[in-house]
């Protein structure tokens, strides 16, 4: 009787104890999920990753993910009721592990996994995909340490592609709008050119974030510049800025057709050209019937080179800046650019000779002198080639083609348009936010571009860091009250002269608050 009970005893102790070759299966819930395929549990956080064959170890209730939390923990496992033992969870804390069973692998704290989820670090294990895209990853560059205040923060919610889905055009309301502004140009061009034999040789060419395919939001504003072929001119700096100018007409003896627009020193007066072409087109609107199409002219802005035409009705409205432009193909391009377009590093020396042999525009825009306009001047214009630059942005020609490497160039413009968009929607164009223009958003760009030559610098899966790098040196500008044109390096359209500091000030201040608060700014939106 004593054998037996003997025997019954070390059959029961031999069931207790594991053998060396299985392991004992872990205890489930009723609510765990079943492992999904592929090399691992889906959604397991690292604190919570074993090897086959290693028992489960103790989990810190506090820290683990609960099976609803976001960070992916999806597979939830029971625990005994009353808790893991102070000696386990001591363990898991000190990274030690619950169990030496199985392959030998370091256990990673649940709780130092929490905090590298909380502040951004990336885990050096292989965590499994997440259902939405990375947040912002912080960034330190120059931008952002003479900036001051900036901490490192990321976009967080809303997500950076999510914003960029919200400010793709639709298709269908692009191509109306397109047919609509295409049908008003092919109108105007053919009616100036039968009734003024001035601008008989003139010609349409589409500038602008439309035509350089960062437009955002809604197709509702297109720039038009009007171009009509110059005669052999002089140009005549008229300021330190290098951009305006004065226009000569070299002599002809048979004379030109823009003798008529001509000042008493000679020099080619912009305002009579302007205020001739906008009354022809006043009169070509009038005269067209409802049936055509409804468009208005806007009235004259002050300084402004653009006629604003309108096409239909708020909020289906659709704007269309007309500029008229000279063309200029006889002559070098002027001394101030000579320093300009550095983008050898970038897109190429053969790229740039390209652009150096293309046509120079003049539109007619007033210079400042101080507070006061200079009437009849001129400022250069390359809309042409910036067109080029934006469509062709690749430091490889396979650049975001379909077979190509994608990259986050146009993404971080484009959200760098919307950032400044929306603090202007928001401040009322206070604070003299009215004085920056998206055009201020294109100049950092390029010179973003050239700073930042490689496509590698700019791949679309690092979109978020781009973005902060990107702003940081945007900021960078703004503290430093310098952003020379890209042409036109002596020409700052930061400087004081241009914008405040207080203004500078209060957008620098705008943003910063923006990075260090994840944007709730794109919240917004819509």
Known sequence: MGDQCAAARRARGARKAPSQSSAPEPPRSHSAKAPARGGGRAGAGRGDARPPGEPARAVNPRAAPSP???????????????????????????????????????????????????????????????????????????????????????????????????????????????????????????AIRARESTFSSMDSLGTGSYYEHVKISAPNEFDVMFTMPAPRVKLEQCDDSGAFYYVRLKRNPQGNELDKFLQEDGTLAACKMLFALRNIIKEIVKSMTRTEMKVTVDKKKAGSPAITLRIGNPPMEISVDIILALEVRSQSWPASTQEGLKIEEWLGSKVKQEYKWKPIYLVPKHAKDGRALKEDTWRLSFSHIEKAMIKNHGNTKTCCESKGVKCCRK????????????????DGNRRGLDKFCSYHAKTAFFQACVLWPDDKQWLFTDLESCFQKFLNFFLNCLNNAKLPHFFIPTHNLFSRQLIDKASSDFLSKEIKYEINNRFPIFELQN
């Open 68 to 190: 609803t939390d976001p960070r992916g923990a999806t597979s939830a496992r029971s625990r005994p009721e009353k808790g893991p033992a102070r000696s386990e969870l001591g363990s898991v804390r000190s990274g030690e592990g619950a169990s030496n069973a199985g392959p030998s692998r370091k256990a990673v704290p649940a709780r130092k996994d929490s905090a590298r989820r909380e502040t951004g670090a990336v885990p050096k294990t292989k965590e499994p995909p997440s259902t939405g895209p990375p947040a912002v990853a912080s960034c330190c560059c120059t931008g952002a340490h003479s900036s001051g205040g900036v901490r490192s923060a990321g976009v967080g919610a809303p997500r950076l592609r999510d914003v960029l889905k919200t400010l793709s055009l639709g298709r269908q309301d692009t191509s109306e709008a397109a047919e609509r502004v295409n049908q008003l140009i092919r109108t105007l061009v053919s």
């Open 411 to 426: 993404s971080c413009l484009k959200l760098l348009k919307h950032l400044l968009d929306q603090l202007k929607t928001k």
